[in-house]
């Protein structure tokens, strides 16, 4: 356990969530990774300024584009746990566009991302912004729920059939549910979030490594805090999202995918 689960097994309800994510260093200060903690893409990660960044002639899949990390990276998850928290710091996403995954792609001039989400009109800003910043970057909007096999599947034929193979995939595609003590969730609630964050990645993961063959890829996890800590009200957010770290580990250290990063 961290030294700062004491201060985060206090959060039993909604209210106290709410005031402390309100510090938009709240969370960075207690898991200190490096000497220095960066809110905005800086130099030697922002490939319009560094070009050995650029990712000519790669082919990108972006899961959980339509909003969040995928979409824009903003203080807040506009999930139904977090709905006053959403409201509460509602901005201008133009004004964070440089934090967009899918968008930093195309400023990466890749040679097509697609992009998916449950629900297709969330890509439709995504996909129109990435044209903007790079019109040449194809872009291939696909509804896709990551819990679905049928659906990853057709998703990876889908992207083969039109550019070839995917050498980079972001698993962003994530999911918290509603904040209660275990004792008092919803069961099915409680089980959607490792429907998402554990066998969603799986999914991705699996197609892959399978489309990958012969070929090197990089497989990419959204990963979160949340796994290394105890909250009560979070059991399932986290030790699903702990569960997706060990299966990345699995896939690192193990002979799984030897021609995956």
Not at 1 to 5: A, N
Not at 27 to 50: C, E, M, N, R
Not at 83 to 99: F, G, P
Not at 153 to 160: E, H, P, Q, Y
């Given at each position: ?5 004491n ?8 209210e ?44 990108v ?17 506009e ?23 899918a ?5 990466a ?43 990853v ?8 059939d039109?550019?070839g ?37 799986y999914?991705i ?57």
């Open positions: 356990m961290t030294d700062c689960d201060l985060l097994r206090r959060f039993v309800d909604p106290t969530q709410q005031r402390f994510f309100q510090d938009p260093d709240g969370v960075a200060g207690l898991y200190q990774f490096t000497s220095k903690t960066s809110h905005h893409v800086y130099v030697a990660i922002d490939p319009t300024k560094t070009p050995e960044l650029e990712q000519r002639g790669v082919v899949l972006v899961t959980g584009a339509g909003r969040g990390i995928g979409r824009v990276s903003l203080p807040y998850r999930t139904s746990s977090m709905i006053d928290m959403a409201k509460e710091y509602a901005v201008d996403a133009s004004a964070h566009n440089e934090q967009e995954v968008v930093y792609f195309a400023k001039k890749a040679k097509a991302v697609i992009i998916c989400a449950r629900t297709l009109s969330w890509l439709e800003e995504t996909g129109t912004e990435m044209y903007k910043v790079n019109p040449e970057t194809e872009v291939l909007m696909q509804q896709v729920d990551v819990t679905s096999e049928k659906d599947k057709s998703l990876f034929d889908a992207a083969n039109r550019y193979t995917v050498r980079v995939a972001v698993s962003n595609a994530g999911r918290n549910g509603e904040p209660k003590l275990l004792a008092d969730s919803d069961t099915e609630s409680w089980w959607n979030d490792y429907e998402t964050n554990v066998k969603g990645l999914l993961a699996k197609y892959f490594i399978k489309n990958l063959g012969e070929k090197t890829g990089t497989l990419v996890n959204m990963s979160s805090t949340n796994s290394l800590s105890v909250i009560p009200t979070q059991s399932a957010y986290g030790s699903s999202k702990n569960a997706a770290n060990r299966l990345i580990e699995q896939l690192h250290w193990g002979k799984f995918s030897p021609s995956t990063r």
